[in-house]
């Protein structure tokens, strides 16, 4: 969780006019201090060796680098740089792509303000925020792949079911207290999960369900 009252952000498209509209859609929101831009993936790693935003915002069809690569640099570069993704695709393949980089959120470009808004503050808290157009391609990939990991059938009734809460963006007490168990045992399950799974993230967590059709909206 970001615990600042200013949520560093930094723009990248190809579109100057995008960058300056989602400006312009949040200015009046003072919790967000958009802290540099840039109109491609090489800009935008020059850029990073100097400034570390907290939200990185990028498009991934973009001239030379593509937004693909560039989520794929800055993971490596500094891991606790969170990724927003805003394009005009909604191909299930090029999703599952992103989902597999581990970014934090992917929507669309035709999305309003709110939600806008609603995933840069749930990523800054930790979270992430795929939207629902977004989920249902994802899913409708899913079932006509039909394809499901070994790993799955290490885990207990109570570790799918943590996992299904934490899909649905569930913090630790709030799972303690809808199944009636300690933080600690929570805690804990989630690191067997992590294990059964072979997952380090919340964002990899996310992945696995949906790869195996855990999560239906």
Do not use: W
Request: with cysteine; charged share 30%; hydrophobic share 40%.
């Amino acid at each position: 969780m970001i615990e600042l009252d200013k949520i560093k952000i930094m723009l990248v498209d190809d579109h100057q006019m995008f960058i300056d509209g989602v400006k312009s859609l949040l200015r009046n929101e003072k919790r967000f201090d958009f802290v540099a831009e840039a109109n491609s993936g090489e800009a935008a790693l020059e850029i990073l060796k100097n400034i570390t935003p907290h939200i990185l915002i990028s498009d991934i069809s973009m001239p030379g680098m593509s937004g693909n690569e560039l989520i794929n640099k800055v993971k490596e570069l500094n891991p606790e740089i969170r990724i927003l993704v805003i394009s005009m695709h909604n191909e299930a393949d090029i999703i599952s792509d992103i989902m597999m980089l581990e970014a934090e959120g992917y929507i669309l470009k035709n999305t309003g303000k709110k939600e806008l808004s609603t995933a840069l503050q749930k990523i800054a808290d930790g979270g992430t925020h795929y939207s629902e157009e977004v989920l249902l391609s994802l899913m409708h990939k899913i079932k006509k792949d039909k394809k499901h990991d070994s790993h799955i059938q290490k885990l207990s009734e109570r570790e799918i079911e943590i996992i299904e809460l934490i899909c649905k963006e569930f913090s630790n007490e709030e799972m303690a207290e809808k199944l009636f168990l300690s933080k600690r045992t929570i805690e804990t399950h989630r690191r067997n999960i992590s294990l059964k799974t072979n997952t380090k993230t919340v964002v990899g967590l996310i992945k696995f369900a949906f790869r195996n059709g855990m999560v239906m909206l």
